[in-house]
């Protein structure tokens, strides 16, 4: 199927999974063409093609709720839901958002910007919806960089003990804007890795689940063998002992898989996770070799994928970083802290010549800040490069962690002020 002959939502429940395909292509197709002539967030729309449309299958919004953490990624999700002539107005004045706006559309649950909210909105929404009674779906869709921020962490372990109906979508590509970093990282990374988890998770589970349980001692010692066979062949007990079902991994590309793995979350009740693996920038080249470079692009030439606007004179974050590692020659306390964003700060060079000094947290801006706060009390000279708007989530640290303690904490926050690239 083409994308001009999909007409409403409800068509793609009739889909054959070569329809999809077809369907999944032309929409990345329209995707490249469009926001290369507009700028917007490429590569990380490009690798939630299918999944946007197994969830539009399965659910049925506006009456389900589907609330897109981060909130760039939701292009596909406005394709699908009737906004695909606006897209030649993305990032024009007054035209299209390049996030999720209740406002524009009754289809968008919860106007996101900022990563890691969305598990706390859409419990929120499925609390509300349980006061009033009502019996709809609610979805969090969330990438596994945003789960480095602590706020998502505090979404999981609320959710887990409200155990309300909830499905959360974690979108793993590896990648928020750079490579992610971290143990949350490094534990999806093995989980990736697992094979044949879906299969044999009842089995297990009813095994060790139906040990008998005898007094004392060896009562305590079944039980602690119980725990440790859960911990080694369990996958995503992490997600388990914060009370949630766990299922997964998941190809993200297949849309049968995804569909059917949803349908059968749609029957359990309680907190459900569902890992999905997809690939940032998936059905273009240029991206998929470069996704932090298309995450968040100009407007482009399709063919060679380079900016069609040469840059005019030298940008604040090339000056910065030129600047930052002449005075680490000189001066061994400096230090570099940055929240995910190496590239788009400018780090990434500091990084390369000085990575004993180089130290980026993951998303999590708080953290960052009264890290910095740390190093300056211990005599370092820590130097945090944070985009302004990212840094709006660390006013408290500034102010209570640096600024009370006049601690020699030095910010550059780029992006600062009007930026046209960024619409």
Same mark, same amino acid.
């Given at each position: 199927?083409?994308?001009?002959?999909?007409?409403?939502?409800?068509?793609?429940?009739?889909?054959?999974?070569?329809?999809?395909?077809?369907?999944?292509?032309?929409?990345?197709?329209?995707?490249?063409?469009?926001?290369?002539?507009?700028?917007?967030?490429?590569?990380?729309?490009?690798?939630?093609?299918?999944?946007?449309?197994?969830?539009?299958?399965?659910?049925?919004?506006?009456?389900?709720?589907?609330?897109?953490?981060?909130?760039?990624?939701?292009?596909?999700?406005?394709? #699908?839901?009737?906004? &695909?002539?606006?897209?030649?107005? /993305?990032?024009? +004045?007054?035209?299209?958002? =390049?996030?999720?706006?209740? $406002?524009?559309?009754?289809?968008?649950?919860?106007?996101?910007?900022?990563?890691?909210?969305?598990?706390?909105?859409?419990?929120?929404?499925?609390?509300?919806?349980?006061?009033?009674?009502?019996?709809?779906?609610?979805?969090?869709?969330?990438?596994?960089?945003?789960?480095?921020?602590?706020?998502?962490?505090?979404?999981?372990?609320?959710?887990?003990?409200?155990?309300?109906?909830?499905?959360?979508?974690?979108?793993?590509?590896?990648?928020?804007?750079?490579?992610?970093?971290?143990?949350?990282?490094?534990?999806?990374?093995?989980?990736?890795?697992?094979?044949?988890? #879906?299969?044999?998770? &009842?089995?297990?589970?009813?095994? /060790?689940?139906? +040990?008998?349980?005898?007094? =004392?001692?060896?009562?305590? $010692?079944?039980?602690?063998?119980?725990?440790?066979?859960?911990?080694?062949?369990?996958?995503g007990v992490l997600f388990e002992e914060l009370g949630f079902r766990y299922f997964g991994p998941v190809n993200g590309h297949d849309i049968e898989e995804m569909t059917n793995v949803f349908r059968k979350t749609?029957?359990?009740?309680?907190?459900?996770?569902?890992?999905?693996?997809?690939?940032?920038?998936?059905?273009?080249?240029?991206?998929?070799?470069?996704?932090?470079?298309?995450?968040?692009?100009?407007?482009?030439?399709?063919?060679?994928?380079?900016?069609?606007?040469?840059?005019?004179?030298?940008?604040?974050?090339?000056?910065?970083?030129?600047?930052?590692?002449?005075?680490?020659?000189?001066?061994?306390?400096?230090?570099?802290?940055?929240?995910?964003?190496?590239?788009?700060?400018?780090?990434?060079?500091?990084?390369?010549?000085?990575?004993?000094?180089?130290?980026?947290?993951?998303?999590?801006?708080?953290?960052?800040?009264?890290?910095?706060?740390?190093l300056a009390k211990g005599g370092m000279r820590p130097v945090v490069g944070i985009y302004s708007s990212f840094m709006q989530r660390a006013y408290d640290q500034i102010l209570h962690d640096v600024a009370i303690?006049?601690?020699?904490?030095?910010?550059?926050?780029?992006?600062?002020?009007?930026?046209?690239?960024?619409?």
């Amino acid at each position: 199927m083409k994308l001009e002959d999909l007409r409403t939502k409800r068509a793609l429940r009739r889909l054959n999974p070569e329809e999809f395909q077809a369907l999944a292509a032309d929409i990345r197709q329209f995707l490249i063409h469009s926001i290369s002539d507009t700028g917007g967030h490429l590569a990380s729309n490009l690798g939630v093609v299918e999944l946007s449309l197994a969830l539009h299958t399965v659910f049925n919004t506006p009456k389900d709720k589907i609330v897109w953490d981060v909130g760039h990624q939701s292009y596909v999700h406005k394709i #699908l839901t009737g906004r &695909k002539q606006r897209f030649s107005s /993305l990032r024009q +004045l007054d035209g299209l958002s =390049g996030f999720p706006k209740s $406002g524009e559309s009754p289809h968008d649950a919860f106007d996101t910007g900022h990563s890691s909210t969305a598990i706390s909105a859409a419990l929120g929404l499925a609390t509300a919806r349980d006061l009033k009674n009502e019996s709809h779906k609610v979805v969090a869709v969330i990438g596994d960089g945003s789960m480095t921020g602590g706020l998502a962490f505090e979404g999981l372990n609320n959710a887990g003990r409200a155990n309300t109906d909830l499905l959360v979508v974690l979108n793993d590509n590896q990648m928020s804007i750079s490579q992610n970093v971290g143990a949350i990282s490094r534990h999806l990374n093995q989980l990736r890795t697992t094979s044949g988890y #879906l299969g044999v998770k &009842k089995d297990i589970r009813n095994a /060790l689940d139906n +040990l008998p349980v005898v007094g =004392g001692t060896l009562a305590r $010692g079944i039980e602690s063998a119980k725990n440790m066979v859960k911990y080694a062949v369990i996958p995503g007990v992490l997600f388990e002992e914060l009370g949630f079902r766990y299922f997964g991994p998941v190809n993200g590309h297949d849309i049968e898989e995804m569909t059917n793995v949803f349908r059968k979350t749609k029957k359990i009740k309680g907190p459900v996770l569902v890992h999905v693996l997809t690939k940032k920038g998936k059905g273009y080249g240029n991206a998929e070799r470069s996704p932090a470079n298309y995450h968040g692009v100009g407007t482009f030439n399709v063919a060679t994928g380079k900016p069609r606007a040469a840059p005019n004179g030298p940008k604040f974050t090339d000056v910065f970083t030129k600047s930052l590692c002449h005075h680490a020659q000189l001066d061994s306390r400096i230090v570099a802290v940055t929240a995910a964003m190496p590239d788009g700060t400018g780090l990434s060079r500091f990084r390369a010549q000085f990575p004993k000094r180089f130290f980026d947290v993951g998303i999590a801006e708080g953290h960052a800040v009264t890290f910095a706060a740390g190093l300056a009390k211990g005599g370092m000279r820590p130097v945090v490069g944070i985009y302004s708007s990212f840094m709006q989530r660390a006013y408290d640290q500034i102010l209570h962690d640096v600024a009370i303690q006049k601690l020699p904490v030095i910010f550059a926050l780029d992006r600062a002020g009007a930026v046209d690239a960024d619409g």
